[in-house]
């Protein structure tokens, strides 16, 4: 497809479950960026790859998150023991280029919403 | 607290009126972007601005950056429906920073 695609879009865990989210970048993306957005609240930056190195993981809330590239292109963000508070949509974007160079425009897929019962 | 500011939260308006928003920081930018995001959708990028003063156009929006590189405004001439969504406004301090998004401006033009 043409843009970023994220499965599933929506998810129903029980707490206590570990989930899987997917991301399929657009081909030939370099970087890729994992956010969490809150009912009535901007995105927050989660984690970025550039490739497959995982390069920031400052967002990440706690060791129960877990993300990974491990060929440079489809990503997963594994939510390990789930809790209410982990409810949220979980947006993927990609960019063409590295983090930090001009004309740095990440397009977005359509999210994940996450909700823990 | 929240590092960018947006206001107002939420926005009500007849189709055809004109309206701004704003984005509000206590830090200085090295460039700004704005988004609209439809409900079940992401963010899709509108502008990005990354001079002190900048003005950019975008057919009935225009989009303002502080001369101190603080603040940005959106104004929308002659509403439509179809500019419905949620407007959100996101810096990175510097071009190694992470992108910070504020918590958006949710409006909704009436026909």
């Known amino acids: 497809g043409a843009g970023v695609s994220q499965s599933p879009r929506y998810k129903v865990a029980k707490r206590g479950q570990d989930v899987a989210l997917r991301c399929d970048p657009i081909?030939?993306?370099?970087?890729l960026f994992w956010y969490q957005q809150a009912l009535g609240q901007g995105p927050e930056f989660l984690t970025y790859?550039?490739?497959?190195?995982?390069?920031?993981k400052s967002g990440l809330p706690s060791d129960r998150f877990f993300a990974e590239r491990p060929e440079g292109s489809v990503s997963t963000l594994k939510i390990q023991r789930t809790q209410q508070e982990d409810s949220a949509v979980y947006l993927c974007?990609?960019?063409?280029?590295?983090?930090?160079?001009?004309?740095?425009?990440?397009?977005f897929g359509a999210g994940t919403r996450l909700s823990v019962l | 607290t929240q590092l960018l500011e947006q206001s107002p939260q939420f926005l009500s308006i007849q189709e055809g009126e004109n309206l701004t928003v704003y984005c509000n920081s206590s830090s200085v930018f090295s460039s700004l972007q704005w988004y609209r995001q439809e409900p079940g959708e992401g963010p899709v990028l509108l502008v990005t601005v990354v001079t002190g003063g900048e003005v950019k156009k975008l057919k009935r929006l225009t989009f303002q950056f502080g001369d101190a590189r603080k603040d940005s405004s959106l104004h929308i001439t002659a509403a439509q429906p179809g500019d419905t969504g949620l407007y959100l406004c996101a810096g990175a301090r510097t071009s190694y920073d992470k992108v910070i998004f504020g918590p958006g401006t949710s409006l909704s033009v009436i026909p």
């Open positions: 974007a990609s960019s063409l280029v590295v983090w930090g160079q001009a004309k740095n425009i990440q397009y």
């Open positions: 081909s030939g993306h370099v970087s």
């Open positions: 790859f550039q490739n497959e190195a995982q390069l920031d």
